[in-house]
């Protein structure tokens, strides 16, 4: 499984991501050395699609200690 969700922060360990969980504020760490791009179709809490906008911001930029790959946490904060 690429998406597993702990305590609110989703780990995500693959280059494409399509589509995830939402809430108002997610961190996703991806331990990728590109930085990947998030779609705005996003699945809601009953599985529906829906659109969102959304802001996005990179708030770190940090290398993993387990692994030599950067860790890229994004923030997004959904907009009203």
């Given at each position: ?12 360990n ?15 760490k ?51």
């Open positions: 499984n690429d998406v597993s969700i702990i305590n609110e922060t989703i780990m995500i693959t280059f494409h991501i399509h589509s995830f969980l939402f809430e108002e504020i997610i961190n996703i991806c331990e990728c050395q590109t930085i990947v791009k998030l779609s705005s179709t996003i699945k809601d809490k009953r599985n529906r699609m829906k659109s969102i906008r959304y802001s996005k911001e990179y708030v770190k930029v940090h290398s993993n200690t387990t692994n030599t790959k950067p860790s890229i946490l994004i923030i997004l904060k959904k907009l009203i």
